[in-house]
C-alpha cells in the first residue's frame, strides 16, 4: 500500500490522533495513517462533510459503528473507536501490514494448496464473527482480505449494516462479488456474504471472478443465470464453494458449517438458512428447516478472544465506498430485474512497471496546438498529444492478466512465459468502467507523467449502450462520473477512446431496435460526453466508427455526425474486429471522406468525385491489438459463424504508435485486449461449447491463457 504525504486542506488533527499520511480515498471519505496517543500506528477513515447530506446519515452511521465494534476480532481488523458526534466524523480500526488477496494474486498469481486452504478458513472464520455479532458484510471480495503477516483479515464494514436494518434491501456491493438476491435488489442477508465468499476463495484459486467480467449488465446477467467458473479448484474444496455459490440463499452452508468442513474435512449441512439442504454431519444456522443431512442445529455461536496486537495494521484503501444518492444511483435493468447499485473499482496503484513504446508523429498531420481547418475539431485551445511535432510513448502498466501468465509458466514454460511478458508491456488502453474511478485515473495520470508517456483510456460504461434497458436517472450519472473522471485527467496529456459499439447499437435503429430512447438521444449524449472531456486542453477524444460492412460506411457518417464529430478530435476503428491495418486504414478514409463531404455539402450521400481538402477531414485511430493476421474466413460452414468471436489463427498486429505514415491516421493503438475472450462462441449450433475449438470459451471479458498465447505466437509483426 502506497502512503502518500498530506495534502493541502488534509488536517494534522483528527481528535486524538495525529495524521502521518493518506493511504487512500473513496466515495465516503478519506483514509489515514495515523498515530494515537500512545503511539500505535492506526487506520483512520475520516467521513466527507456531504455524508451529513444524506437523511439520518448520523444515526446510521452510529448504528454501524456500534454493529461493528460487537465483531470479534477473529480474523478481522477491529474498529478501535470513533465519532459520530462532532464536527468532522471518523472512524479508527486497527492498521494491518500486508498486501490485498487482489494485488497478491494479480503479483505473484494464484494461490495453491494450504494457502488457499488456510485462506478460505480464514475468512469463514471472520464471517462467523461478523454474523455471529448480527451483521451483514455485504462487499466482502478480494480488496477487503489482507494477507497479513499473522494471517488473513477481512476489513472494512464501511457497508456493514445490521442484519435486521430497516434498509437491509439496500444493493450495495461489487458487482463481480455480489449474490444474486443482491442484484436483484432482494434482502441481503448472511447468506449474501457466504456467496461472496465462493466468489473471492474462486478468484485466490483461479485468478479472476467466478462469473467474469465486462459490462456491468451482462456481469450480472451471469451471476443470476450462469454457473461459475471454477479453475484451480479441486477436491473438497471445490464442492465447498460450488455450493456456497448456489443462487438459492437458502441452499447455502452458514460460516460455521463452512469452518466444520473445513477444519475437520466432515461434511457439513447446506440447508442452513430456514431452506431445505443436502449433505451429511452437523449445520448450524438461523433457520430450522429441512434436508437430506444427518445432523441439524441452530444458531450461530461468536466466541471470544483476544487480538493480535499493536503491529496489525489495516490498510483500508480498499474500503472506502461511494453511496449514489437515489438520483443519481446507477440502475442497471438486467432480464427484467432492477438492481440499484452502489459500487466502486478494486484498487490501482501507481507502482506498476510503465509499459512503453516509442513513438514519433506524422508528418503533415494538425500543428501542436491540435487545431485544424475546416472541421473545428478540436478547438485551437486543446491540444492533442497524438498529433505533437515532438516524439511520444504510450504509457500503461503491466497488462495484469499476460504478466500473471508470465508469472505462472516462467519454470515450466520459460519460452511461453517470455512471450507473455512481452505482450504484458506492450501499451493497452486502460478500461473505466466502474462508477469510482477516480483513485485509478489518478494514479495512471501521475505514473504516465512520471514516465513521460500518454495514457489511453477506453471507457465503456453508458447506460443502454448493449440494448439493454437504462433507467431515467442512470444516463445523469453517467454524465456526472464522466465529469469526475475528466476532473481527474485535469491538464494531462491523456487520450479517451469513447464507448466501442455506442454508434453501432443505437437505440432506434436495426442493430438496437429497442422502444427505450431514440438516436437524437444518443447523439446528444455523446455530445455531452465529448464537451465534457474536451474542457480538458490535453485531452483527446475519439468516437466510435465500428468497422467496414458494419453498419455501413454511409450509416456511420450520418451517426458521427450527429454525434459531433466536428467538436471531437477524431473517430476509432476496428476495435470489435480483426481487419487488417491496411483494410482498417481503407476503410477510416473512406468514412473520413463522407463525413466531409456531407458537413461541407449537407447532403446525405458520398459522392466518390467529390473534390476534398485533407486538412480539412477527420482524423481516426486504429486498433491494431488482434489484427495482424487479418480477419477470419471459416473453412467450415456455420448457421452464425461468429467471426468476431475468439476467431482461431489470430495474432496480435502493429504496436501502439503515432508514425503511422497516413497523415489521417494519428496513431495505432491496442485498445482491446489481446488475451481475453469475446464470449461464448457457439456459431449457431446447439451446446456450451466453441465448435470451431472444442472448447467452452471463457465469459466475455475473461482471460484466457491460451488464446493469448495464440495471439502472441501469431503476432505480426512478431513480439520483441
Not at 44 to 62: E, G, I, N, Q, S
Request: charge should be neutral; charged fraction near 20%; proline fraction near 8%.
Amino acid at each position: 500500500m502506497t502512503l502518500e504525504v498530506l495534502r493541502d486542506g488534509d488536517p494534522g488533527q483528527v481528535g486524538p490522533y495525529t495524521l502521518l499520511g493518506r493511504l487512500g480515498e473513496g466515495g465516503m471519505g478519506v483514509v489515514y495513517l495515523a498515530r494515537d496517543p500512545v503511539g500505535t500506528r492506526v487506520a483512520v477513515k475520516l467521513l466527507h462533510a456531504r455524508m451529513d447530506a444524506h437523511p439520518d446519515f448520523r444515526r446510521r452511521f452510529a448504528r454501524e459503528v456500534a454493529a461493528a465494534q460487537r465483531v470479534a476480532r477473529f480474523c478481522t481488523a477491529p474498529v478501535l473507536d470513533a465519532d459520530v458526534e462532532g464536527r468532522l466524523a471518523y472512524l479508527v480500526t486497527e492498521y494491518v501490514e500486508g498486501p490485498s488477496l487482489k494485488q497478491a494474486v494479480d503479483t505473484s498469481g494464484p494461490l495453491r494448496g494450504s494457502a488457499l486452504d488456510g485462506l478460505a478458513a480464514s475468512m469463514a472464520m471472520a464471517l462467523r464473527a461478523i454474523h455471529g455479532a448480527g451483521v451483514v458484510h455485504r462487499d466482502l471480495k478480494p480488496s477487503n482480505v489482507l494477507l497479513s503477516q499473522v494471517g488473513p483479515k477481512v476489513i472494512d464494514f464501511g457497508i456493514a449494516w445490521l442484519a435486521d436494518s430497516d434498509a437491509s434491501s439496500t444493493v450495495l456491493g461489487t458487482p463481480a462479488y455480489m449474490s444474486p438476491e443482491q442484484v436483484s435488489g432482494g434482502a441481503a442477508g448472511p447468506a449474501s456474504d457466504i456467496f461472496s465468499w465462493g466468489c473471492t476463495v474462486a478468484f485466490a484459486a483461479g485468478g479472476a471472478p467466478p462469473f467474469g467480467s465486462g459490462s456491468i449488465p451482462s456481469l450480472l446477467l451471469r451471476i443470476v443465470h450462469d454457473p461459475p467458473t471454477l479453475n484451480g479448484l479441486t477436491g473438497p474444496l471445490r464442492d465447498l464453494v460450488l455450493a456456497s455459490l448456489s443462487k438459492d440463499p437458502s441452499a447455502r452452508p452458514t460460516a460455521q458449517a463452512l469452518m466444520d468442513r473445513l477444519s475437520t474435512g466432515t461434511p457439513s449441512g447446506t440447508g442452513s438458512h430456514g431452506g431445505p439442504g443436502t449433505g451429511t454431519g452437523t449445520g448450524t444456522g438461523t433457520g430450522t428447516g429441512t434436508g437430506t443431512g444427518t445432523g441439524t442445529g441452530t444458531g450461530t455461536g461468536t466466541g471470544t478472544g483476544t487480538g493480535t496486537g499493536g503491529k496489525d495494521r489495516m490498510a483500508a484503501v480498499a474500503g472506502q465506498r461511494k453511496v449514489l444518492a437515489a438520483a443519481a444511483a446507477v440502475v442497471v435493468a438486467v432480464g427484467g430485474v432492477s438492481a440499484a447499485l452502489a459500487m466502486r473499482e478494486e484498487p490501482t496503484t501507481a507502482t506498476s512497471t510503465p509499459a512503453t513504446s516509442p513513438a514519433t508523429t506524422t508528418p503533415g498531420t494538425a500543428p501542436a496546438d491540435g487545431k485544424p481547418s475546416a472541421t473545428g475539431n478540436p478547438p485551437a485551445a486543446s491540444r492533442n498529444p497524438l498529433r505533437s511535432t515532438e516524439p511520444i510513448t504510450f504509457y500503461a502498466p503491466e497488462e495484469p492478466g499476460a504478466g500473471r501468465q508470465a508469472a505462472l509458466w516462467k519454470d515450466d514454460r520459460p519460452a511461453d512465459a517470455e512471450l507473455m511478458r512481452k505482450l504484458a508491456q506492450v501499451p493497452h488502453a486502460i478500461r473505466l468502467n466502474q462508477p469510482e474511478v477516480r483513485s485509478k485515473v489518478d494514479a495512471t495520470v501521475t505514473a504516465a507523467e512520471q514516465a513521460g508517456g500518454v495514457p489511453v483510456f477506453l471507457i465503456s460504461y453508458m447506460p443502454g449502450n448493449e440494448c439493454l434497458p437504462a433507467s431515467a436517472s442512470a444516463m445523469p450519472a453517467y454524465q456526472e462520473w464522466l465529469a469526475g473522471v475528466a476532473r481527474q485527467i485535469g491538464a494531462a496529456k491523456a487520450v479517451v477512446i469513447l464507448e466501442p459499439g455506442s454508434l453501432v447499437r443505437v437505440p432506434g435503429t436495426e442493430q438496437c431496435p429497442t422502444r427505450q430512447g431514440s438516436p437524437e438521444q444518443r447523439y446528444q449524449d455523446l455530445r455531452q460526453a465529448v464537451q465534457t472531456l474536451k474542457a480538458n486542453p490535453g485531452t483527446a477524444v475519439y468516437l466510435d466508427g465500428s468497422q467496414d460492412h458494419w453498419p455501413g460506411t454511409e450509416i456511420m457518417a450520418e451517426r458521427l455526425i450527429g454525434a459531433g464529430i466536428d467538436k471531437a478530435d477524431g473517430f476509432f476503428v476496428n476495435t470489435a474486429g480483426y481487419q487488417s491495418t491496411a483494410k482498417s486504414v481503407e476503410y477510416g478514409k473512406a468514412l473520413s471522406a463522407c463525413i466531409s463531404v456531407r458537413l461541407k455539402s449537407g447532403g446525405k450521400t458520398c459522392p466518390q468525385d467529390a473534390g476534398l481538402d485533407p486538412a480539412a477531414m477527420p482524423h481516426f485511430v486504429v486498433d491494431t491489438s488482434r489484427n495482424g493476421q487479418g480477419a477470419w474466413t471459416p473453412k467450415k460452414r456455420y448457421e452464425d459463424p461468429q467471426t468476431w468471436c475468439n476467431p482461431p489463427g489470430r495474432g496480435a498486429g502493429d504496436r501502439p504508435t503515432t508514425e503511422t505514415g497516413e497523415e489521417l491516421v494519428d496513431a495505432y493503438l491496442w485498445i482491446a485486449r489481446a488475451g481475453t475472450s469475446s464470449g461464448r462462441c457457439r456459431r449457431g449450433t446447439d451446446g456450451e461449447q466453441d465448435p470451431e475449438r472444442g472448447v467452452v470459451s471463457p465469459p466475455s471479458g475473461e482471460w484466457w491463457a491460451d488464446l493469448a498465447l495464440e495471439r502472441a505466437k501469431n503476432a505480426n509483426p512478431p513480439l520483441s
